[in-house]
């Protein structure tokens, strides 16, 4: 690795479940920073609102150099080009930074029902996983970003030879397709493959090994959100393995409530909606 002028911390959470920490260890590994880890225990309450998906908001990961705190992925990632440019997290060409700028935005702050209905679970692995109509739409616009980086830019990594910022974006998502058995076309799966096969993935993926298999700081989630909310913290709160009670309505139409549904029968736990009447 290279030797930064200064030491340097990483706090992240849990190596199993947490995408965002993923990103920016990955992130610290490809720009050759020498830093120490520090992880935030699991029955912290910010790490647990980021792991349950139910805080917009969070401090991990967090990358401190000598006297600077920088924290979420995007802006981790700028000041480590600014300290590391030979790295090249960022493509030189103005055109081809440009893109992978957009599509790594893109996956900072989209992809809301991807991301709920197949959460982050590096250890598990399903079969035949039914993915709904919401998570297909936005599964469906990752391949199509794949195969235009892939095309555009030649691969074998989404901006060209060498790994950048875009690629650490999207291996979660590789991890993610991995553990949910998602179907892709052949140049999306090898790219996946390709991903989940580089040596930084596979120190990420050995790290975690010695983490417990579930989240045990709570046993159900009551969910009280705005209406189009219900859906996706119920399905990624049982997808946890947590039982949940959910305020009326359900969800916003009867894909999502199918989803739901879906995903309490795939948990063996129980889903509740919150009217009044619901033991008469």
Request: one cysteine or more; proline letters at 5%; glycine letters at 6%.
């Amino acid at each position: 690795p290279r030797q930064g002028t200064g030491r340097a911390t990483l706090t992240i959470s849990s190596k199993n479940y947490s995408s965002w920490s993923m990103r920016g260890w990955l992130l610290c590994r490809m720009a050759g920073l020498s830093f120490d880890e520090e992880r935030v225990p699991t029955d912290d309450p910010d790490a647990k609102a980021e792991l349950l998906l139910l805080s917009p908001s969070f401090l991990v990961p967090r990358l401190v150099h000598e006297d600077v705190t920088v924290w979420d992925t995007l802006a981790i990632a700028s000041f480590l080009n600014e300290v590391f440019p030979e790295a090249g997290l960022l493509p030189a060409d103005r055109a081809v930074r440009a893109h992978c700028l957009s599509i790594s935005g893109e996956m900072h702050s989209g992809f809301a029902n991807m991301r709920s209905a197949l959460p982050m679970n590096i250890k598990a692995h399903y079969p035949g996983f039914k993915v709904w109509a919401g998570a297909q739409a936005d599964i469906e616009r990752i391949a199509a970003i794949w195969r235009g980086c892939l095309t555009a830019h030649g691969g074998p990594f989404l901006m060209g030879a060498t790994p950048t910022l875009a690629d650490a974006m999207y291996a979660p998502v590789c991890s993610r397709f991995t553990t949910y058995d998602v179907k892709l076309d052949a140049e999306c799966e090898a790219y996946r493959a390709r991903i989940m096969a580089l040596p930084r993935v596979r120190e990420w993926i050995d790290g975690e090994i010695s983490e417990s298999e579930e989240l045990e700081e709570l046993d159900a989630v009551s969910i009280c959100t705005w209406n189009c909310a219900h859906a996706p913290c119920a399905i990624a709160a049982l997808n946890a393995g947590k039982h949940v009670l959910c305020e009326k309505p359900m969800a916003m139409n009867a894909a999502q409530a199918a989803e739901m549904k879906a995903a309490a029968e795939r948990a063996g736990k129980l889903l509740m909606i919150g009217f009044v009447r619901r033991y008469g």
